[in-house]
Structures are given as structure tokens and as C-alpha cells.
Nanobody, 124 residues
Framework: QVQLIESGGGLVQAGDSLRLSCAAS????????MGWFRQAPGKEREFVGI???????YYADSVRGRFTISRDIAKNTVTLQMNSLQLEDTAVYYC??????????????????WGQGTQVTVSS
């Protein structure tokens, strides 16, 4: 099965940009729906966005227009470009891989393989 490792998190100021990477091994990312989720302190894990196996993307309302997910097949990675970061974006960010036949790709229930998470902290 596929293994996922997130990287690129850190401490930034409000208004800054940050780029997260999800490196996959074992299976091509192009054979999965690739989702990004985040979990802020005291909150439940929430959907951020998805890069579907067929290239279609979708984003949560809270990040649409600021965040962009892309896929690099040659590097077998999926990235999350985050612009205009806000204090409310502070969270642990996770990438996940789900079966392309899943009908729940807007929910964490549609993903079976998860990375370890990377911390993003936005300060004022």
C-alpha cells in the first residue's frame, strides 16, 4: 500500500505563503484521490481540498481562492500551496490517499492512507 509523508510546515506571519508537500511511495499518486485535511487545536479534523485522480480539484469554502493543490507525477508528490495565510489556518495538516471508487472524497471517511501530519502555525 501507499505510504505518505508530509513536509514543509512551519511558523509564518499572517499574510505570508507556505508550500506543503506530500511525498508518496509504493504506489503512484495518480491512482488515488489525494486529499488534504487539517486539524486545529480543540477542533475536529476538517476537509481542505482534493486533487482527484482525474485531475479535478475541489476546495473547502474557507480556503478557496487562497489554497491550490497540484500534482507532480514525475516526483510522485502532491503539494498544497497556501497563500494569504490567516491565524485561523493554524493546524496540523495531513495528506491522504483514497480509492478512486469512493463516493466520500469530500470527507475523511473516503481516505484509507494518511501521512503523519505537519504543523502550520500562523502568527499575527
Amino acid at each position: 500500500q501507499v505510504q505518505l509523508i508530509e513536509s514543509g510546515g512551519g511558523l509564518v506571519q499572517a499574510g505570508d505563503s507556505l508550500r506543503l508537500s506530500c511525498a508518496a511511495s509504493g504506489r503512484p499518486v495518480s491512482t488515488y484521490n489525494m486529499g488534504w485535511f487539517r486539524q486545529a487545536p480543540g477542533k475536529e479534523r476538517e476537509f481542505v481540498g482534493i486533487f482527484r485522480w482525474n485531475g479535478i480539484t475541489y476546495y473547502a469554502d474557507s480556503v478557496r481562492g487562497r489554497f491550490t493543490i497540484s500534482r507532480d507525477i514525475a516526483k510522485n508528490t502532491v503539494t498544497l500551496q497556501m497563500n494569504s495565510l490567516q491565524l485561523e489556518d493554524t493546524a496540523v495538516y495531513y495528506c491522504a490517499a483514497g480509492d478512486i471508487r469512493s463516493g466520500n472524497y469530500y470527507s475523511q471517511t473516503g481516505y484509507e492512507f494518511w501521512g503523519q501530519g505537519t504543523q502550520v502555525t500562523v502568527s499575527s
